[in-house]
């Protein structure tokens, strides 16, 4: 399941970074928020997986 919750002041201009457990699901969070008109989306390839694997830092 995608969902999305946004924050107070955030805008269709605010910078969107994507994470998912092991990175299936980007690709199409990433098109739907293009879609819905964010300019700035990014994800995280890999998921948090590939990132605990390189073990960086992560705030829950």
């Known amino acids: 399941m995608l969902y999305a919750r946004a924050q107070p002041g955030e ?4 910078p ?4 998912c457990q092991s990175g ?3 690709a199409m ?3 739907i928020l ?7 989306v990014a994800n ?4 948090l997986l590939h990132w605990e ?4 830092p992560f705030r829950e």
């Not at 969107?16 to 994470?19: A, D, R």
């Not at 293009?34 to 700035?40: E, F, L, V, W």
Request: net charge positive.
């Open 44 to 47: 995280v390839p890999g998921g």
């Open 29 to 31: 969070a990433t098109q």
């Open 34 to 40: 293009s879609q819905a008109g964010y300019d700035m």
């Open 11 to 14: 805008t269709r201009a605010t």
């Open 53 to 56: 694997r390189l073990a960086l």
């Open 24 to 26: 299936k699901r980007l």
């Open 16 to 19: 969107v970074v994507i994470v």
